[in-house]
């Protein structure tokens, strides 16, 4: 496949066809919309990752069901109590489900007083609490119900793959994207998972050669012909990151007007309207993106800052930055490439150990024996082979370490009183951020004025849910007055 004459990328017999009667008004949109329509106007749908395909509209329905029906609303609430919310691209997508906002008003007035256990300091070390707590940063209830989606999706491929005559004819599995295909193979037995594993990998160098040739074609100015090369580039991006992710993309979080007028720690502590620890989470993650943008001319530190993960792939993609984008695919196509590698030489090995321990047990018990204390005196295990590590995404790693170092430096100030009383009077912390904060803090002082903040905060917020439901509670985001259950989403999902 890798010997495909590069004249065909991009063309008729390329990765996509193109539609020449597509509107130039499309060339106006952002890298993510773009995506999305190639899906229904280019032919990119025919290639598109079936189990992306499969949850691609879930979460409006997954929204009508958690608030929209009432015998589901308080098992809504309890999987938002043991979430401590939703994340915040989901929390973007429920802002403007404005038809469920009696729903979403009932479950926080149903979860409230939940939370409020969990802020009782005697409480801090109980198993429950404590997985609450620690897993806060990274749990969504909707989340939860994608992947859960997008598993079955992957375990039915799985099955049929495994049961296939011809899996060399199983036409799924080039259209996987890179995460949906690691599921896919998790569920797959060793034999099978090593075909599957070899001829993805023979796609993905397939796809990272048309890179490369793209790439060379592109003129210094980053101006491309997009018309040319709109459809390769889409595809192999939605191979490499799937589907574009939940809720509106954005370099700053949706706090530009809090980076602008916040430029230290101490000033997003008295800022009114965001979390200090969003708002520095967002100025790490355009830190991050103007290193990708620097890293993009030096190819030594590509490393360093390309992202590798679906969510900051298309983060980068969102700059509109066409040769950018090129490079960090290729960048993830890479790793990618070498961690299928990995994963095919354990698989490798293992049937190579198998091999040998079947001949030497088919020796006799005495040469068995002798091989067994061999084998342990090497510590080596007879059964298990080590398994490689996931890549991590250079982009997490980052934003992740300026995420728990803001918090520690909020710690540190919380000390100061002049710092708590302009803690106490501003916004304070989402319950994400705060979970993560009152986690770190020693017992004493700060970590008991953290949970007597939050505690004030949620009281008031249960007193602005019971005014009515149509009632107001003021908070400025601009000029616009925010309903109660708005000022909620914003408080248990947060901003960055």
């Known amino acids: 496949r890798c010997s495909r004459s590069m004249a065909s990328v991009g063309g008729e017999a390329g990765l996509a066809r193109q539609d020449q009667g597509r509107s130039a008004s499309s060339m106006s949109l952002r890298p993510s919309e773009r995506c999305a329509m190639n899906a229904t106007e280019t032919g990119f749908g025919e290639c598109a990752c079936p189990v992306c395909e499969t949850f691609s509209n879930s979460d409006a329905g997954y929204f009508a069901r958690a608030f929209g029906d009432p015998r589901r609303r308080a098992a809504t ?21 404005e038809q469920l906002s009696d729903g979403v008003a009932h479950v926080f007035r149903d979860a409230l007083p939940r939370y409020a256990l969990l802020l009782n300091e005697e409480y ?4 429950q609490v404590q997985q609450i707590l620690f897993a806060a940063g990274s749990a969504c209830p909707a989340c939860t119900y994608v992947s859960r989606a997008a598993g ?7 099955r049929q793959f495994s049961g296939a005559a011809n899996q060399a004819g199983f036409g799924q599995l080039d259209a996987l994207c890179v995460g949906h295909f690691q599921r896919f193979a998790a569920d797959l037995a060793p034999t099978p998972r090593l075909a599957a594993l070899a001829r993805y990998a023979d796609n993905l160098q397939y796809l990272a050669a048309a890179m490369k040739a793209l790439y060379r074609t592109a003129p210094e100015t980053d101006a491309w012909p997009f018309q040319d090369g709109l459809a390769t580039l889409h595809r192999v991006l939605g191979v490499t990151a799937g589907r574009p992710p939940t809720g509106p993309l954005s370099t700053d979080g949706g706090l530009a007007f809090a980076l602008e007028h916040c430029p230290t720690l101490v000033d997003a502590i008295t800022f009114r309207q965001a979390c200090p620890i969003c708002i520095e989470t967002a100025r790490a993650r355009q830190r991050w993106l103007q290193n990708v943008q620097a890293a993009a001319n ?5 490393w360093l800052f390309f992202p590798t993960c679906s969510e900051h792939i298309w983060t980068v993609a969102d700059l509109d930055e066409p040769k950018l984008t090129a490079a960090v695919v290729s960048r993830a196509l890479s790793v990618t490439r ?5 994963q095919t030489q354990i698989l490798v090995r293992s049937a190579e150990q198998k091999e040998e321990q079947a001949r030497i ?3 006799g018990p005495e040469v068995w024996a002798a091989y067994k204390r061999k084998r342990a005196k090497q510590r080596v295990s007879d059964e298990r082979l080590a398994a490689p590590r996931p890549p991590k995404c250079p982009g997490c790693e980052r934003i992740e370490i300026a995420e728990i170092g803001a918090a520690g430096r909020l710690i540190d100030l919380l000390h100061q009183k002049k710092h708590r009383n302009a803690f106490s009077r501003c ?4 319950m994400k951020h705060f979970a ?3 986690l770190l803090a020693p017992k004493g002082l700060v970590r008991s004025m953290l949970a007597e903040d939050q505690r004030n905060r949620l009281a008031e917020f249960a007193r602005s849910l019971d005014e009515g439901e149509h009632g107001t509670h003021e908070h400025e985001t601009g000029d616009c007055l925010h309903a109660p259950w708005r000022v909620g989403l914003g408080r248990f999902c947060g901003f960055s």
Do not use: I, W
Request: with cysteine; proline share 2%.
């Open 77 to 97: 609430g309890e999987a938002m109590t043991d979430a401590l919310g939703y994340c915040p691209g989901h929390g973007a997508s429920l802002l403007v489900q």
């Open 124 to 127: 801090l070390r109980e198993a």
């Open 152 to 158: 079955r999706h992957a375990a039915s491929l799985a």
């Open 298 to 302: 030096f190819e030594q530190d590509a």
């Open 338 to 342: 070498r961690y299928l590698r990995q």
């Open 361 to 363: 047990k088919a020796e």
């Open 427 to 430: 916004y304070g912390l989402c």
């Open 436 to 438: 993560q904060t009152y």
